[in-house]
């Protein structure tokens, strides 16, 4: 029989005392207490620690000492299988208290978070049931936009009509104007079953719970659009509406500012937070330098005939790739167009290559600036480094160790992985001709059968699906997910790449010996109107090196440092020179006399 004065929707909370001490169970009430939270009410038979803290306030020890004294606390047996456990409590009847934190500091016997400490049997924190409470003046958000189901509703409809937009599409309508992250989450399960996966279920209740109950009027907004970022002022409250397929259908009027700012000009720190791959991203931490960025002449105005609404605009559902451009050949220093394109088909047809080569050869460079420009921008790219102690269960998904905060037990919860996040987001509804790109800096420094366990499969049969080994999903690579590697020959040979890896990639040497490196530094100084003295010197270096996998590649030289105030010699001593050194260990070459600066000079001289 549920009590009469209990909070509609909210489940039993438990609290798991320490050392085995038992559980406390409770549940929130309607009636407020005296600080504007829910009063709450502790079960009978619930275990409290009889120890108090030092730590615990005036207030909450002289609670403990009342109920004590007239009964309400009474010994609990000690457990014979626990002898050393420390002494408890147990309540006798239900105890009413002013809130959830009185609740959690009477079981714990030191002050507590009770929205935090209480969590129901699937480990929701209690925080989850009740509306928002405090949060800072002013924040900041990021929304995206530009890629809604293929629509750029950035160019197409925020922008011109003042708003920003989730697609919710499958939501009821929302009764309450600051839904609990509970309802959400009750909302999404029901209206997203076999449409989603877990992990885009979890993520899309919290973006939700952002867009409607945390942002408020006054907040910052950016959004990035065609390669520039947007600000704004959050102007209204969040409304549901009518939208064509549900695209925009919970909305947040905003005036943006008239200047936009390119991306590749933003502080680090915000390009930082922007590369975040959720569509809402709390971009608080970085409101100053939002707020400290310049005015700038806006671009130029978009051909009208890009800018119908999505409505009357059709979405792009064929999966393809960018065309290569002159524009990126420029951008990254490559005169042989056709190796652009020859990268391009092998994406096309294979959708996973690795880039492999001595180090200092820009492999990582040229893999995020590729999967940027076939991706369509930062947002459909995410990066992960391998090393020997990564597994699947990094990798992918696995049941990872949780602290709890208060009571420091850990729990296992079963969270995604980088490769799960990107193909979820890759493979959501609308998505699934957008390219994504993962790239995997260092990809032969782990144990890759260990890593990629039953994904090998996947990697070659992409029309196929497994059942995964932990969430038991049935599970497939999306097509529109591609893989970028990158393998530093002189770290470990790549004749140490197993046959199934070989078979699943295609491999595209870069080496200073071929294009497109060979050259580069010449044609980046050039560019940078710097004397060519560095290339010619690096091009005799790579001639004494006898092992191609131990040539030197030209970003060590690509550096403006490496051209001010004696920074080409600390650059060949501190950088190239110890290289040299790893490679010849115990063979008594002398290091400085064969490569060093003075010597190369000589020689070419």
């Known amino acids: 029989m549920p009590h009469p004065d209990r909070l509609p929707g909210a489940p039993d909370f438990r609290i798991s005392l320490p050392k085995g001490g038992g559980e406390a169970l409770g549940h929130l009430l309607t009636e407020f207490g005296g600080n504007g939270t829910h009063k709450f009410l502790l079960h009978e038979g619930s275990m409290v620690a009889a120890e108090a803290w030092p730590g615990i306030g005036d207030h909450g020890r002289r609670i403990r000492a009342d109920l004590r004294a007239s009964g309400a606390l009474s010994d609990a047996p000690m457990d014979p299988d626990r002898p050393d456990a420390p002494p408890r409590w147990v309540a006798v009847r239900d105890i009413p208290c ?13 002050d507590a978070s009770g929205p935090e400490s209480w969590r129901t049997v699937e480990g929701h924190p209690l925080a989850d049931y009740l509306s928002t409470g405090w949060r800072a003046p002013r924040k900041a958000w990021l929304v995206r936009g530009s890629n809604v189901s293929g629509h750029n509703l950035v ?16 939501l009821p309508p929302l009764e309450e104007s600051d839904p609990t992250k509970s309802t959400l989450r009750r909302f999404v399960e029901e209206g997203y079953e076999g449409a989603a996966s877990y992990n885009q279920k979890r993520g899309l209740v919290e973006e939700l719970h952002a867009f409607l109950t945390q942002m408020r009027i006054g907040d910052t907004v950016a959004t990035i659009g065609d390669g ?20 925009s259908n919970l909305r947040r009027a905003v005036s943006w ?41 806006a671009p130029a105005a978009p051909d009208p005939s890009a800018t119908r609404t999505a409505a009357e605009r059709p979405a792009q559902r064929e999966l393809t790739l960018p065309q290569v451009t002159a524009s990126l050949a420029d951008d990254l220093l490559v005169h042989d167009h056709a190796w652009l394109q020859e990268i391009h088909e092998l994406l096309t047809e294979e959708r996973q290559l690795i880039f492999y080569g001595p180090p200092g050869t820009g492999k990582t460079y040229l893999a995020m600036k590729l999967a940027e420009h076939f991706g369509g921008g930062p947002e459909q790219v995410k990066i992960v480094q391998f090393h020997p102690s990564y597994a699947y269960e990094d990798f992918f998904e696995g049941f990872r160790p949780v602290e709890d905060a208060e009571t420091r037990e850990v729990a296992f919860r079963l969270t995604a992985g980088p490769l799960r996040e990107l193909a979820d987001l890759a493979s ?13 800096d260092e990809i032969n420094r782990a144990n890759l059968a260990k890593v990629f366990g039953e994904l090998y499969f996947l990697l070659e049969y992409r029309t196929r699906s497994v059942r995964l080994t932990y969430s038991g999903d049935d599970f497939a690579l999306p097509p529109n997910l591609f893989v970028i590697g990158t393998m530093n020959t002189a770290d ?18 870069l080496s200073p010996r071929t294009e497109p490196t060979a050259g580069l530094l010449t044609r980046w100084l050039g560019r940078e109107g710097k004397d060519l003295d560095p290339a010619h010197l ?66 070419r001289s």
């Open 228 to 247: 520039r970022l947007h600000l704004g002022r959050i102007a209204g409250e969040a409304v549901q509406t009518g939208s064509p397929s549900g695209l």
């Open 492 to 509: 470990r040979s790549i004749a140490l790449v197993d046959t199934a890896m070989r078979r699943r990639f295609a491999f595209v040497e």
């Open 98 to 110: 002013n809130s959830s934190s009185a609740a959690a500091t009477l079981v714990y016997g030191y």
């Open 155 to 170: 160019r197409q409809l925020w922008l011109k009509e003042g708003f920003v937009s989730l697609a919710g599409a499958h």
């Open 428 to 440: 959501r509804e609308g998505n699934r001709h957008v390219p994504h790109f993962l790239i995997i």
């Open 257 to 297: 500012q008239p200047d936009s700012h390119p991306y590749e000009d933003l502080p680090e720190e915000v390009q930082q937070k922007l590369s975040v791959q959720h569509d809402v991203v709390d971009l608080t931490g970085v409101l100053e330098a939002l707020d400290g960025l310049a005015p700038v002449p």
């Open 538 to 603: 690096l091009d005799v270096l790579n001639s004494r090196i006898e092992d191609p996998d131990f040539a030197i590649g030209p970003s060590y030289l690509m550096k403006q440092g490496v051209y001010r105030n004696g920074g080409l010699e600390r650059t060949w001593r501190t950088k190239i020179l110890p290289l040299l050194e790893e490679h010849h260990y115990g063979e008594g070459v002398d290091i400085v006399a064969r490569y060093g600066l003075d010597a190369l000079r000589e020689q």
